[in-house]
Every structure is written in structure tokens, then in C-alpha cells.
């Protein structure tokens, strides 16, 4: 099956590419000092002080299992921050390490998040946009949770919001890990790197490409990923 898949994708002109492995998260969510008891599973990931909540952190976990590199990046997209006079301020983000992997997205809470490890980096965002840390010293485990928290947490009206992997419509937004070394992604519809398409990979990239949302993709290159899953080429 996976030869004719390749020779498939040889006749169609999608070669398997050599780049940087992105791994998007396998589990996300939030929690509120306000809400203790309360899980948080949506589409951001808040981090900071609100005033009008509490104080907010944001967990992630991501399976590195069977990939081998020597640099990691943390990509996340920011909604930017704005004060009560309609400017947008500065807010430090700060990457820690959470060596217990046993928690979940959907049972998440304040009451029960892992306590946090070693500080691995740390950024200040500011407009909205992607923005990237170095945590190669994460590598080395194939479960990697982190924890961020805003550097400036204890200051109320300074917290931040970012994307997470339950934002409808597609990756663009969605928080990632990104690996140096060769991927096995036959094109850029499969994201999760299992060397086919299935039905929510095709639908989210159709989206994805009508609108506007990947840089990047020709029209040639899309019309040949349709008619690859069409035709039963490169679909799961």
C-alpha cells in the first residue's frame, strides 16, 4: 500500500519533502487561579493576569516518539494584548519544563496541573503574531510537556491569549514544535506526518488553501493533492 502510495505521488510530482518536522500538540489547555476547579479546553491558550478572571497558564504536551534532532523551536501565534487606552503592551511569555506527563486537556485544573520544572526560555510579544523560543533542551524524551507563564503575571491587566489546536480551520494558528531533520509528510495536507490524507486533513486543508491561509501552496500544488485524495493516490 505505502509503495503504491509513493509511486503515486512520484507520477503526481509530490515528492516526500527534507525539512523541518512540525508536531503540533497532542493536548492544550489553560488554567484560572479564579476557577481552581474548573477545566478550560477551548480554542486559546490564555497566560498572564486578568483582572477581571485571575492569574492564567497554559499547558502543552506534544509526542516526539520515533523523531530524532538536535534543535527545537516552540512557534506560537499571539492575539496581542491591548490596555484600557487602546495601545498594545509588551507581555513576557516564559517556557518551563513539566516533567509529569500524566495530565490531560479535558481534566486539566488549576487544583491539579503539574508543578513546573527548569525555565528553558522566555520571549516578550507584543503585536499580534507568531512567535519562537529555542527548546532544543527539551529534547530526549518522547512525551515533552511544557508549562508557559507570563513573566509579568503578578501585574494585573498584563496577560496575552494564544491559538491553540482546537481553533477551527486549520494549523496556521496552531502552536508547534519544529524539529531540524527530514520529514515524512508526503505533502502539506498531511500534518500529521502518518504518510496519507484522511478526510480531516483534506477538509482542513481545502479550507485552509481557499482561504488564504497557507503561504506557500500553488494552485498546480493543490489541484494535485485534490486529485491525489480523489483518486485514492495519497488518501488514508
Known sequence: MKKMMAIGLIALGI???????KVYPTEDAYI????KSTNINNDILKIGYDLNKGVQRSYLKFDL???SATNAVLSVYSQGQI?????LIDVGLEVYSVSD???????????NA???????????????????MDVTPLLGENTVSIAILSSDESQGGVYTSLYSKELPGGEFYWPYIELDGQSTCNTQADTDC??????LEYNDFKYGYKNGLFQGV??????????????GVINC
Open 65 to 67: 516518539t520515533g523523531i
Open 101 to 111: 506527563d500524566s495530565w490531560q486537556e479535558n481534566s486539566l485544573t488549576w487544583n
Open 15 to 21: 515528492l516526500p519533502l527534507v525539512a523541518a518536522v
Open 32 to 35: 484560572d487561579d479564579s476557577r
Open 114 to 132: 503539574p508543578v513546573y520544572g527548569n525555565l528553558i526560555n522566555n520571549i516578550v510579544t507584543h503585536s499580534p503574531g507568531r512567535y519562537e
Open 194 to 199: 502518518d504518510g496519507c490524507v484522511d478526510l
Open 218 to 231: 500553488t494552485l498546480t500544488e493543490y489541484n494535485d493533492i485534490k486529485y491525489g485524495y480523489k483518486n
Open 83 to 87: 490596555n484600557s487606552s487602546g495601545q
